[in-house]
């Protein structure tokens, strides 16, 4: 789409003479601190032993190369499906989807609600960047990142080029790394899928791209075929069964249980110590109100689901530590 024909911001701005309303969103998710922290926070492997694993920040930008290349092909706008892209997993916690699933069952336990990388992603963008102004970003990249997983269908085709286009890179990439890690070995792989998408992780994607692309323009609409779509359905459930589980539990899953609810029941009873860049105040400063116990989750959820990896770790230990051996 154009994005002259963008249904706008939640708050009027004036136009940019050298940028479009997507390119200045993208510019804006580019240089936000969530985007800078994504290079510290864990894809798969929790704190792996080795430079070449993927971060939640390569795994973004692969998802931004193939959802542009797809994006080009078929003549969409390059721009609104990149800044949907870049800003698809602001919202993740430290640890992957090991610590998402951790503040999940927290939440849910306090009837706070739960908790969804998708959805903290749109409350980063919208409340917690730029010291809880937001980022003010379009209602288009808005609704891409928020539905770029789960249920919700992106309202436009370049929301839905991103919602596949991250599926086709973390199924190559995550495969790519747990083979580095010795999880699984190629003896495990199952022949009929690899023959079909392909040996090697660059056929694949290759593979994968040119029927997203060839299929979108047969449906007028984004899609896969119904042959490579179920063999990419079947590579996920292989890293389901095999990587994921194996992964959390083999790379320190307990640990980071500890450390999530440790953060978490620490700032819950200790709600001053929470920074003001964790997000909004629960109540206005000064009116001396108990803070609703909901309001005070999410905001804590804020502020551990916003944390690194290392930072989490480091925090989490000086917070154990008696005060005389922290260091």
Same mark, same amino acid.
């Given at each position: 789409m154009r994005s002259t024909d963008s249904r706008g911001r939640r708050r009027e701005e004036a136009p940019c003479l050298l940028r479009t309303e997507f390119q200045r969103d993208r510019d804006r998710i580019l240089h936000c601190k969530a985007f800078r922290r994504l290079k510290h926070k864990t894809q798969v492997f929790i704190a792996p032993e080795g430079d070449h694993y993927r971060t939640r920040l390569t795994h973004t930008l692969e998802?931004?190369?193939?959802? !542009?290349? @797809?994006?080009?092909?078929?003549? *969409?706008?390059?721009? &609104?499906?990149?800044?949907?892209?870049?800003?698809? #997993? +602001?919202?993740?916690?430290?640890?992957?989807?090991?610590?998402?699933?951790?503040?999940?069952e927290i939440l849910e336990e306090m009837g706070a609600g739960g908790f969804r990388h998708n959805e903290q992603s749109l409350r980063v963008v919208d409340t917690l960047e730029n010291d809880g102004?937001?980022?003010?970003?379009?209602?288009?990249?808005?609704?891409?990142?928020?539905?770029?997983?789960?249920?919700?269908?992106?309202?436009?085709?370049?929301?839905?080029?991103?919602?596949?286009?991250? !599926?086709? @890179?973390?199924?190559?990439?995550? *495969?790519?790394?747990? &083979?580095?890690?010795?999880?699984?070995?190629?003896? #495990? +792989?199952?022949p009929g899928l690899f023959s079909l998408l392909g040996n090697t992780g660059s056929e694949r994607i290759d593979t994968l791209v040119h029927d997203l692309v060839d299929t979108s323009v047969e449906l007028g609409d984004i899609g896969q075929s119904r042959r490579i779509g179920e063999a990419m359905s079947s590579l996920r459930e292989f890293l389901f069964a095999t990587v994921y589980a194996r992964s959390i539990?083999?790379?320190?899953?307990?640990?980071?249980?500890?450390?999530?609810?440790?953060?978490?029941?620490?700032?819950?009873?200790?709600?001053?110590? *929470?920074?003001?860049a964790a997000g909004p105040p629960v109540v206005p400063v000064g009116t001396g109100t108990t803070p609703s116990l909901d309001l005070l989750a999410v905001r804590v959820a804020d502020y551990v689901a916003g944390m690194t990896d290392r930072f989490a770790m480091k925090l989490y230990f000086s917070l154990s530590l008696p005060k005389g051996w922290a260091v």
């Amino acid at each position: 789409m154009r994005s002259t024909d963008s249904r706008g911001r939640r708050r009027e701005e004036a136009p940019c003479l050298l940028r479009t309303e997507f390119q200045r969103d993208r510019d804006r998710i580019l240089h936000c601190k969530a985007f800078r922290r994504l290079k510290h926070k864990t894809q798969v492997f929790i704190a792996p032993e080795g430079d070449h694993y993927r971060t939640r920040l390569t795994h973004t930008l692969e998802v931004a190369g193939v959802a !542009r290349a @797809a994006a080009r092909a078929l003549r *969409l706008n390059e721009d &609104l499906t990149e800044a949907i892209a870049l800003g698809h #997993d +602001l919202g993740h916690t430290p640890f992957g989807h090991a610590g998402e699933e951790v503040l999940n069952e927290i939440l849910e336990e306090m009837g706070a609600g739960g908790f969804r990388h998708n959805e903290q992603s749109l409350r980063v963008v919208d409340t917690l960047e730029n010291d809880g102004a937001g980022l003010n970003l379009t209602w288009e990249v808005r609704d891409g990142i928020r539905n770029h997983t789960g249920a919700g269908q992106p309202a436009t085709l370049e929301g839905k080029i991103v919602h596949v286009g991250d !599926r086709i @890179a973390y199924v190559n990439h995550d *495969l790519d790394d747990a &083979l580095r890690a010795g999880l699984i070995g190629t003896g #495990d +792989l199952p022949p009929g899928l690899f023959s079909l998408l392909g040996n090697t992780g660059s056929e694949r994607i290759d593979t994968l791209v040119h029927d997203l692309v060839d299929t979108s323009v047969e449906l007028g609409d984004i899609g896969q075929s119904r042959r490579i779509g179920e063999a990419m359905s079947s590579l996920r459930e292989f890293l389901f069964a095999t990587v994921y589980a194996r992964s959390i539990e083999e790379n320190g899953g307990q640990q980071v249980r500890r450390v999530i609810r440790g953060l978490f029941c620490h700032f819950l009873e200790h709600p001053d110590l *929470l920074p003001s860049a964790a997000g909004p105040p629960v109540v206005p400063v000064g009116t001396g109100t108990t803070p609703s116990l909901d309001l005070l989750a999410v905001r804590v959820a804020d502020y551990v689901a916003g944390m690194t990896d290392r930072f989490a770790m480091k925090l989490y230990f000086s917070l154990s530590l008696p005060k005389g051996w922290a260091v």
